[in-house]
């Protein structure tokens, strides 16, 4: 800042030391101010991700542009080869023949459940898989409805492969529990893991009625999700929290980053949010069929709300808000024992939380 550009009408004339001493001082003001903005934006741009709420049929053209000759749609032709090896590490290796190193195959035939909870988790997470079978997915028989639950895991990385190897095994003899497909389990794979418990629903449950895929750090109130169930339409359904009209990043230090030449549209269209969603058990063989038709982004959410798009089959939003929960919702018995899902702070809450909630005793206060 320059002393010429204080008019002269200022009363005293500014020594050195005085406009020095303001120059930083504004300096600094205006320091904290942008980076509180920088903050504020991130969050808001993260929120516009999950919620933003546009005039959707106006992007309508600009998604069948895309998922049209194109876009992100594979021509037939490249089908065969070029699948297992992306153009780009935006994209998956998906659709592709991945192979079962675990597998239970007769569960459901067995079981014969209602609806099968799919929790994927990374093959060194044993941590979150004893957390989800001491609490909700513990819970096998819910209001007279058999409830399956099945954890998918894919291939551990290189380093130390053989000795994690050697303990899913066990961890798999003792529970009976784990898929695993030999696809390497990251987090830019997801897409696949998700495609793999569509493909494993279509051949090994697919007389179940819905499955749930829900992430392992997750509340999950069984009961709730039952009672919305039982008045759910059984063809056609998904549903969890439904983003609408969601912005696609365009900022390269985001999780969700996309460009523009893999993902010219601005807008996705609308999917349920990967932290859990619901789906009846007709949906996974479209859900394949779909997706060889579009080019498999790594959001697995965002992707299956592409190919539900290229099915043309409307997402369920539920009317209830308060059922599926993006934002962690702090413990409260009565909110506990009415919501669906919520994510949580750490998986110690989550066993707390759920403890609590199966004590006797009423949940709400009359
Ligand atoms: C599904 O039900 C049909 C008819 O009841 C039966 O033949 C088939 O084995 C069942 N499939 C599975 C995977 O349980
Ligand atoms: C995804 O899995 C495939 C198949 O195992 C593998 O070739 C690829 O390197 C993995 N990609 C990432 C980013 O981990
Ligand atoms: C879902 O439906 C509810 C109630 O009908 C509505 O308030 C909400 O805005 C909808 N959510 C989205 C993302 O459109």
Redesign the pocket.
Same mark, same amino acid.
């Given at each position: 800042m320059m002393k010429t550009k204080f008019p002269g009408s200022i009363r005293c004339r500014c020594s050195l030391l005085q406009v020095g001493f303001l120059t930083l001082l504004t300096s600094a003001v205006l320091l904290l101010y942008y980076v509180k903005l920088i903050e504020v934006s991130k969050i808001w741009s993260e929120m516009d991700r999950i919620m933003k709420k546009t005039t959707f049929t106006t992007e309508t053209a600009a998604l069948n542009g895309y998922l049209g000759a194109s876009g992100l749609q594979w021509t037939p032709s490249a089908l065969p080869g070029k699948p297992c090896q992306p153009e780009t590490t935006y994209l998956v290796a998906y659709p592709c023949k991945y192979h079962y190193i675990l597998n239970e195959l007769?569960r /459901? $035939?067995n079981e014969?459940p209602f609806l099968v909870l799919m929790v994927p988790v990374t093959p060194n997470n044993r941590e979150a898989r004893d957390a989800v079978r001491t609490t909700w997915g513990s819970e096998k028989m819910v209001m007279d409805k058999v409830v399956s639950l099945f954890f998918l895991l894919g291939q551990p990385g290189h380093e130390g492969r053989e000795e994690m190897q050697q303990k899913i095994l066990q961890e798999s003899e003792e529970h009976h529990d784990i898929i695993q497909s030999d696809f390497l389990d990251s987090y830019k794979n997801l897409t696949i893991k998700t495609m793999v418990i569509m493909e494993w629903l279509a051949?090994? /449950? $697919?007389?179940a009625t819905y499955a749930m895929k829900i992430d392992s750090d997750m509340f999950l109130n069984v009961n709730s999700l039952i009672n919305m169930l039982l008045q759910a339409p059984r063809k056609n359904f998904i549903t969890g929290l439904v983003a609408i009209g969601a912005a696609v990043s365009r900022d390269p230090s985001s999780k969700w980053y996309l460009p523009k030449d893999v993902f010219p549209a601005d807008f996705y269209p609308p999917y349920a949010l990967g932290l859990g969603y619901v789906i009846s058990l007709d949906l996974p063989n479209k859900l394949i069929e779909g997706a060889k038709h579009v080019k498999a982004v790594y959001i697995e959410d965002v992707f299956l709300g592409l190919c539900m798009w290229y099915l043309r089959i409307p997402l369920t939003n539920q009317t209830d808000q308060s059922l599926f929960n993006y934002f962690t919702v702090p413990y409260n018995r009565c909110r506990y024992s009415k919501l669906i899902a919520t994510t949580t702070h750490s998986l110690q809450d989550q066993v707390n939380f759920w403890k609590e909630l199966k004590k006797p005793g009423p949940h709400c206060q009359p």
């Open positions: 007769e /459901c $035939q014969k051949t090994y /449950c $697919q007389n």
